[in-house]
């Protein structure tokens, strides 16, 4: 039994799920509860478990007021379901979490003096802050306008959600591996005449060139892991998503996220932009890469799909359609797969599903991340001559 159906035993029913079932809020307080303990067990190791560049960003009082505020509403949500369910596990379940963090101390937990520096550090603060203003500003638009008929719980979802854990909780790892390529082989080549010229354009002109330098980058590392048969095996994880929403965006085995970023950093890094436009460019990044996967229908203008990838752009490139295949690659502007020949998206249609023919990335994050180097692999799929 996987862990989905594991999942799905202990909270699913037969009760509608409709607003004002109680499956809604019951869901929320669960939710709501997990965040809380994360966010408790922070207070209490702050050192180990959180990220001295988010501490520094978020004022403590906020984030004692917001922590109170997640235990409190966690406890009614999980009343109110627990009120209209017949099953009260998700209710309970939501209002036993949240009275555990209260009991331990929840917003009030002290912190005395300042958090010392160590070697090494996790970034659940950081996975907390991520999943919370994801969830709440994804989930509704899945719900308001979905696509595809599909629950949260959708088939996979546990593996993509372990994918956004251990992405955000290795903050520190992530980061070190993403900068180091470019300062380590690349400082040579830094120009200081360049890096100034740069600097001194406005920081709206400055992030513009961001979000451009990087597509450029991403659409040539992108277009490589499909074309090279070594290193296929690591974006085939991607693609092998059979639903979109926005947490299918986080699947990456860690070989793929190392070399993307870690490439499409060095040219970010020669140019020297200011830190404003560019930590900017890559909270941008962040929603929009979310966006693009999100299980939406929104129709956009012709002028804006031609301008800037939308859904339906990107759900094309994971399209189970053969036609589709090894296109779209640009992840910000798809006006460059047109420059380089490799666009694809039929106008006002979708794909029909996602994944990879015959299905030979298994499920589960760590059969995932051995899948690459496990077995011999064929040659990435590509469409035929009559189909290019």
Request: hydrophobic share 50%.
């Amino acid at each position: 039994m996987s862990l989905d159906e594991r999942v799905a035993r202990l909270f699913d029913d037969a009760e509608p799920t409709r607003v004002g079932s109680g499956w809604l809020s019951g869901t929320a307080s669960v939710f709501l509860g997990v965040l809380s303990l994360g966010a408790v067990a922070c207070f209490y190791w702050p050192a180990l478990l959180t990220s001295p560049d988010v501490r520094a960003l978020l004022p403590l009082p906020f984030v004692r007021t917001l922590l109170q505020l997640v235990i409190g509403i966690g406890f009614l949500l999980g009343l109110l379901s627990a009120l209209l369910r017949q099953r009260k596990v998700l209710g309970i379940t939501g209002m036993a979490m949240a009275l555990a963090s209260g009991l331990a101390g929840g917003g009030n937990i002290p912190v005395e003096g300042a958090v010392p520096a160590v070697p090494v550090y996790l970034g659940l603060d950081w996975f907390l802050l991520n999943i919370l203003l994801l969830a709440v500003l994804f989930v509704p638009l899945e719900r308001l306008w979905p696509l595809r008929a599909q629950s949260v719980f959708r088939p996979q979802w546990t593996t993509d959600g372990v994918y956004f854990f251990v992405s955000h909780l290795l903050v520190q790892l992530s980061t070190l591996l993403t900068l180091m390529p470019a300062r380590v082989f690349f400082g040579w080549a830094v120009h200081p005449a360049i890096q100034h010229t740069v600097r001194a354009q406005p920081a709206v002109l400055q992030f513009l060139a961001c979000a451009v330098v990087a597509d450029f980058t991403e659409y040539g590392v992108h277009r490589l892991f499909h074309r090279s048969r070594a290193l296929w095996p690591f974006h085939a994880v991607h693609h092998s998503a059979t639903s979109m929403d926005w947490l299918a965006g986080s699947r990456l085995h860690a070989v793929d996220i190392v070399l993307t970023r870690g490439l499409t950093f060095v040219p970010l890094f020669l140019l020297g932009f200011d830190t404003g436009p560019l930590y900017a460019y890559l909270v941008f990044v962040s929603v929009h890469a979310v966006f693009i996967h999100a299980n939406v229908s929104w129709a956009f203008p012709r002028w804006v799909e031609r301008l800037v990838v939308t859904p339906r752009f990107h759900h094309w490139h994971h399209a189970i359609e053969r036609q589709a295949i090894d296109k779209n690659f640009a992840v910000h502007f798809p006006w460059i797969d047109r420059l380089f020949g490799s666009y694809y998206g039929p106008e006002g249609t979708w794909p029909r599903g996602y994944g990879i023919e015959g299905h030979p990335v298994p499920d589960g994050y760590l059969k995932q991340l051995v899948y690459p180097v496990s077995a011999k692999h064929s040659a990435p799929p590509g469409p035929t001559a009559a189909e290019k």
